[in-house]
């Protein structure tokens, strides 16, 4: 499904999210600024020059060829650029509707840029299992800062997996499904400024990137302030329980 910003009708936003798990934000970002944003991602990963590369184990089975992916946690932390954009309104206010709440807090961010020819893709999972909530008022939103087509490896979804609740993953090799096959997952090409908007429990993953360009994103991972995480892990994010928007009633007891 997706929906046209600039300023999108939130309630149509939201009673998509709820029927497929998941929204793709057309033009939430303008060009000029998806390219502003991309320039900043490779001359951050450029100035760092980290040497570590997250390809899952498992990811490294579905294809022949080595790939490669370049990643960076907690951009926000390195360039303000990104701590203005966590808290921009037409981010904040689709998540909220999604959720269908009023607050929004931040669970962690994540950069990434799949190289041209060989760039990493993602087996389908859930990101329920990396990060179990309570009351499962966890999302996520995928900024995409240019043309992710399917020769890129565009995001895949299930569309209406969400229903299903928690799903049984293979542990090893980083938490992935091992049915449904990736290619009965739905592509979601995105242009430079779309947002793709789901559900913790929406099923998904990502092809290789074989195209001539690189593919570049931003996850961020939000929650609501009121809903507990289940277990104690993935709190080593820095950002995490920072309000992106409303407040938090708990006064961060959840966190």
């Known amino acids: 499904?997706?929906?046209?910003?600039?300023?999108?009708?939130?309630?149509?936003?939201?009673?998509?999210?709820?029927?497929?798990?998941?929204?793709?934000?057309?033009?939430?970002?303008?060009?000029?600024?998806?390219?502003?944003?991309?320039?900043?991602?490779?001359?951050?990963?450029?100035?760092?020059?980290?040497?570590?590369?997250?390809?899952?184990?498992a990811a490294r089975e579905m294809t022949d060829a080595p790939t490669k992916l370049q990643h960076l946690h907690d951009a926000q932390f390195y360039d303000a650029a990104f701590s203005k954009l966590l808290v921009d309104p037409r981010f904040t206010d689709v998540a909220a509707a999604v959720m269908q709440v009023d607050n929004v807090q931040l669970h962690h961010t994540k950069l990434f840029v799949k190289p041209p020819e060989n760039g990493?893709?993602?087996?389908?999972?859930?990101?329920?299992?990396?990060?179990?909530?309570?009351?499962?008022?966890?999302?996520?939103?995928?900024?995409?800062?240019?043309?992710?087509?399917?020769?890129?490896?565009?995001?895949?979804?299930?569309p209406g997996s969400h229903k299903s609740g928690p799903r049984e993953h293979e542990a090893e090799g980083s938490y992935h499904l091992l049915e449904p096959a990736f290619e009965e997952a739905t592509p979601q090409p995105a242009e430079a400024g779309d947002v793709l908007f789901f559900s913790y429990?929406?099923?998904?993953?990502?092809?290789?990137?074989?195209?001539?360009?690189?593919?570049?994103t931003w996850l961020i991972q939000y929650r609501d302030p009121s809903d507990p995480p289940a277990v104690k892990t993935h709190d080593w994010s820095l950002g995490q329980g920072m309000m992106l928007r409303g407040v938090d009633p708990t006064g961060r007891s959840a966190v």
């Open 1 to 57: 499904m997706t929906i046209t910003s600039d300023r999108p009708d939130l309630s149509t936003t939201a009673q998509q999210y709820a029927e497929q798990g998941f929204v793709l934000v057309k033009g939430l970002l303008s060009k000029e600024e998806a390219a502003y944003y991309r320039q900043r991602s490779h001359d951050l990963l450029a100035q760092l020059n980290r040497p570590d590369d997250p390809t899952w184990a």
């Open 120 to 158: 990493s893709p993602f087996p389908l999972h859930q990101d329920y299992p990396f990060f179990p909530h309570t009351y499962h008022r966890v999302g996520a939103a995928i900024f995409h800062f240019d043309d992710a087509p399917v020769e890129k490896g565009c995001v895949r979804v299930i």
């Open 201 to 216: 429990f929406t099923v998904h993953g990502s092809g290789v990137n074989v195209s001539e360009e690189a593919r570049t």
